[in-house]
């Protein structure tokens, strides 16, 4: 089992930055990919951006990249999201998920994640 523990959410206007944290309870082959998935109430969960641990390869959802990245600090179990030039439309809960594997193309399904964080709110105003 592996508990992960999100952090840094809160309000933002327009053009602000945030930069969300998970923390896991442990790094290990259970936690091989660690993504960013964010939703809003009565919409889908979507993809934001996801880390392979072990070769720190990243990938992002095709309308987010260049704000968003994902980095990691293997010491301390723990992945962030660094969030620049905020929208309205970035308002959502995010959510770090883990999953052992998965790969370029299919890191986005919701489906082969196990374990998920209890999520945490980002809220951008205009």
């Known amino acids: 089992q592996v508990q992960l523990v999100e952090s840094g959410g809160g309000s933002v206007q327009t053009g602000g930055s945030l930069t969300l944290s998970c923390t896991a309870s442990?790094?290990?082959?259970?936690?091989?990919?660690m993504a960013w998935f964010r939703q809003n109430p009565g919409k889908e969960r979507e993809g934001v951006a996801v880390?392979?641990?072990?070769?720190?390869?990243?990938y992002y959802a095709d309308s987010l990249k260049g704000r968003f990245t994902i980095s990691q600090d293997k010491a301390n179990k723990r992945v962030f999201l660094q969030m620049n030039s905020l929208k309205p439309e970035d308002t959502a809960i995010y959510y770090c998920?883990?999953?052992?594997?998965?790969?370029?193309?299919?890191?986005?399904?919701?489906?082969?994640?196990?374990?998920w964080g209890q999520g945490t709110q980002v809220t951008v105003s205009s």
């Open positions: 998920a883990a999953t052992t594997f998965c790969s370029g193309d299919s890191w986005q399904q919701i489906q082969l994640y196990p374990y």
């Open positions: 442990r790094y290990a082959s259970s936690t091989g990919c």
């Open positions: 880390i392979f641990t072990s070769a720190g390869s990243t």
